[in-house]
Each structure stands twice: as C-alpha cells, then as structure tokens.
C-alpha cells in the first residue's frame, strides 16, 4: 500500500482530497487507483482513499477509518445513498450516487425511470468498473445501465472519455415523472448525465411565481422551468434556447403533457433579450439558467461579467411585482460572489427588489458540507419593488 504523508498543517478534517502539493513524500508501492493510507506529519492517519499520481488531486477519501475495501463496502455505500434519497421521497427519477458527497470518489449514478446513467471519473472507480456495475445490476434491477463518461473530468485523471451501454437496452423513448410531469430523456445524447435533475426543486418552486403570468424561460434546455410554469397556469410561457435539439425536446414535452401555452424560440439569448428591449417586451416571471460560464478559477472574472451582463438585460424586461429567478451552475461562482453579481446587476438594471429566497441544487445532489466544491448550484428569486 501506498502511504502518503502530509505536509505540516494541511490535514483536513472535512474536505475529501489531498492534493499534490499538499504532500511531503509519498512511501510504498501499489498501482495507481489502488486505496493508500495517509498520515498526518506527525504520522497519525487521518484516512485511506484512491490515490492517481497524474492528477493534481493526489488521494480521493473513501474513509477516514480503516476498512476492507472490496465489495461489501462499495455495496453498503450505494444502498446507503440510495436509502437517504428514498428517506426525502425520490423514486422515479434522481441522482442516486453523489460522488464524494456519498463517500464514493469518482462515481455519479443518476437513475432516470428504469435505467441508470453513470460517470466513472476517477481513476480508482474506473478501475472497479465492472464490480460497480454488478452491484448497480443487484440494487437497482434496471433495464439498462448506460455510461456517459464523456466529460472532460476524465483527462485530469489520465483517462480517456466512455459513453455506450454497459447492461442491458437503452430505450429511445424512455420517459420519467417529475413534478408530476412526464418528460422524454435523451441519455445518450442529452446534456450531463441525459437530464438536469440538479434544478429539480427549484423548478417545482417557480410555480407560485407563474400562474396567470407571462413567463420568459432562458436558456431553456430541456424545457424543465417552462413546463413547471405551464403547469402551474401561467397564461404565456416563451422559451428560448440556441439549441434546435433541444427545443424540439421542450415541443415534444410540452405535447406529452398536453399543454398549447408554450412557445419556443431559437436565438442567442443575449441578442434576444436585447431585442425585447427596443421592442419593449415585458415579462412577470423570468428565469435565468446560463450553462456555466466560469470553469476555472482563471476564468472567474470574464465569468463575472457574463454573469452580469446577463442579468442586467434580464431584468430591464421585468414588471414592477415581477419575480426574477437566476441560477448560476459555476462552482466558482460562490454563493458570496453570486449575491454580489444580482446586487450589482440591479442597480445596472435600474430594479429596486427584494430577496424573496436563495436556493441551492435539489437535495438528491446534497453537497458535503465543507466542500465548496460539491455546492455548485446557486439560485435567488427577486421581487421587483
């Protein structure tokens, strides 16, 4: 076993990663993906994990104590993840395993109806690939098990990206109930694992804010807010997104579930809320959920003012007694950083609001606390005073 030994001071008690230069020397041999122990600098250990010295995150916790790390214990983790899930009354459709917010570094399994769609982004669940998928087999029962590996993630651990069928048949017209909605998913070819179940929640609670409204979805995706809004009875929903694709998704649900106050739009939604500007469109509900743009810490200021221009051009088209929900998928958008961006961006708008509630990613994707990492998703809902 490998033994990786700290540098002083950068024991962590809550956070799950030990980076390489937090190390001061690394004894033993193994294989890389192989579960090392790691000491303290005064040599008490403090935990054993995956260990991948061609990543810049050296050790993965899998636990604090000594254990056997072979099947049982992977087994015990699932159906420990997947009871607390259960316990907050998730069935159909949800994130089953969180990665290192359920104590298995490396491994995301989102359950879509009957079947699952997995990531194996480290090296040392990569390596326990073909247990993992026995173990899903045995505690899930799906029809099929299809990975999306095919994220960028992989390359930082050495690994080349996956996507294909690892059980069972994919079904191309596999549908699952949310909010009481029925939706088409697309989990070979759709965004992430197929779906943004993260916005669960928050989607269910935009409608309070829609009946009877107008209601601007952008960067509608899939349609996920613009149906809720429907649902709730908004009188008019647009829904804008540069993607065809995907707005032929929104089409294909919003017919699934019966609704005619629906209205896509393909445009870049900078340019259209500029154009709603001249024409003088006004909306009561507008939701905002950008795809990330800030993916590095590097990246975080050319972010910001993404972020900001956004916003203020969202808000010039919002009614007085309107409410503003925005949303921000950039782990490095802080929730800090993120409250300081809607400030900003209503005093560039002109708008005096209230903070009517702040939310974060459903409770399916519950993050560790401690690593701010895991707390990626932001939203704020605004009154317009």
Same mark, same amino acid.
């Given at each position: 076993?490998?033994?990786?030994?700290?540098?002083?001071?950068?024991?962590?008690?809550?956070?799950?990663?030990?980076?390489?230069?937090?190390?001061?020397?690394?004894?033993?041999?193994?294989?890389?993906?192989?579960?090392?122990?790691? $000491?303290?600098?005064?040599?008490?250990?403090?935990?054993?994990?995956?260990?991948?010295?061609?990543?810049?995150?050296?050790?993965?916790? $899998?636990?604090?104590?000594?254990?056997?790390?072979?099947?049982?214990?992977?087994?015990?983790?699932?159906?420990?993840?997947?009871?607390?899930?259960? &316990? $907050?009354?998730?069935?159909?459709?949800?994130?089953?395993?969180?990665?290192?917010?359920?104590?298995?570094?490396?491994?995301?399994? =989102?359950?879509?109806?009957?079947?699952?769609?997995?990531?194996? +982004?480290? $090296?040392?669940?990569?390596?326990?690939? =073909?247990?993992?998928?026995?173990?899903?087999?045995?505690?899930?029962?799906?029809? /099929?098990?299809?990975?999306?590996?095919?994220?960028?993630?992989?390359?930082?651990?050495?690994?080349?990206? *996956?996507?294909?069928?690892?059980?069972?048949?994919?079904?191309?017209?596999?549908?699952? !109930?949310?909010?009481?909605?029925?939706?088409?998913? =697309?989990?070979?070819? @759709?965004?992430?694992?197929?779906? #943004?179940?993260?916005?669960?929640?928050?989607?269910? &609670?935009?409608?309070?804010?829609?009946?009877? *409204?107008?209601?601007?979805?952008?960067?509608?995706?899939?349609?996920? #807010?613009?149906?809720?809004?429907?649902?709730?009875?908004?009188?008019?929903?647009?829904? &804008?997104?540069?993607?065809? !694709?995907?707005?032929?998704?929104?089409?294909?649900?919003?017919?699934?579930?019966?609704?005619?106050?629906?209205?896509?739009?393909?445009?870049?939604?900078?340019? +259209?809320?500029?154009?709603? *500007?001249?024409?003088?469109?006004?909306?009561?509900?507008?939701?905002?959920?950008?795809?990330?743009? !800030?993916?590095?810490?590097?990246?975080?200021?050319?972010?910001?003012? @993404?972020?900001?221009?956004?916003?203020?051009?969202?808000?010039? +088209?919002?009614?007085?007694?309107?409410?503003? #929900? !925005?949303?921000?998928?950039?782990?490095?958008?802080? +929730?800090?950083?993120?409250?300081?961006?809607?400030?900003?961006?209503?005093?560039?708008?002109?708008?005096?609001?209230?903070?009517?509630?702040?939310?974060?990613?459903?409770? =399916?994707?519950?993050?560790?606390? @401690?690593?701010?990492?895991?707390?990626?998703?932001? &939203?704020?809902?605004?009154?317009? /005073?």
């Amino acid at each position: 076993m490998y033994v990786v030994r700290l540098k002083r001071g950068k024991e962590k008690k809550n956070h799950p990663w030990v980076y390489a230069n937090e190390v001061q020397e690394v004894t033993g041999k193994d294989e890389q993906g192989s579960v090392a122990e790691v $000491l303290s600098f005064e040599g008490k250990s403090v935990g054993f994990g995956f260990i991948n010295h061609a990543s810049k995150i050296l050790v993965r916790y $899998l636990s604090r104590e000594k254990e056997e790390f072979g099947e049982d214990f992977f087994r015990a983790r699932i159906l420990r993840a997947k009871a607390q899930r259960e &316990a $907050l009354g998730f069935s159909d459709s949800y994130r089953a395993v969180f990665s290192e917010n359920d104590f298995l570094p490396g491994l995301i399994v =989102d359950k879509y109806a009957n079947c699952l769609s997995v990531q194996f +982004l480290s $090296l040392g669940m990569e390596k326990r690939k =073909d247990m993992i998928v026995r173990l899903l087999q045995e505690i899930f029962s799906p029809s /099929c098990i299809f990975e999306r590996s095919d994220s960028p993630v992989r390359e930082k651990e050495g690994l080349t990206q *996956k996507k294909g069928v690892l059980f069972g048949t994919l079904d191309p017209d596999l549908t699952i !109930t949310e909010n009481g909605l029925h939706l088409k998913i =697309d989990v070979e070819n @759709g965004q992430k694992t197929g779906y #943004f179940l993260d916005q669960k929640e928050n989607r269910a &609670a935009i409608r309070k804010y829609a009946e009877k *409204k107008r209601v601007l979805d952008l960067f509608t995706n899939q349609g996920g #807010f613009a149906l809720n809004a429907a649902k709730a009875g908004a009188k008019e929903v647009i829904a &804008a997104d540069i993607s065809e !694709t995907a707005l032929e998704k929104v089409k294909e649900n919003a017919s699934l579930n019966g609704f005619s106050n629906i209205r896509v739009i393909k445009a870049d939604v900078f340019d +259209l809320l500029r154009e709603y *500007k001249k024409q003088g469109e006004k909306f009561d509900l507008i939701v905002l959920d950008p795809p990330a743009f !800030t993916k590095t810490a590097d990246t975080v200021r050319a972010g910001y003012k @993404g972020y900001l221009d956004i916003n203020t051009l969202a808000l010039k +088209l919002l009614n007085p007694g309107g409410v503003f #929900f !925005t949303c921000s998928c950039s782990q490095h958008m802080t +929730l800090p950083l993120f409250i300081k961006m809607t400030e900003e961006a209503t005093e560039r708008a002109g708008a005096k609001v209230k903070l009517l509630e702040v939310r974060t990613q459903s409770s =399916d994707h519950a993050s560790l606390l @401690g690593m701010d990492e895991a707390l990626y998703l932001k &939203a704020a809902a605004l009154l317009r /005073c």
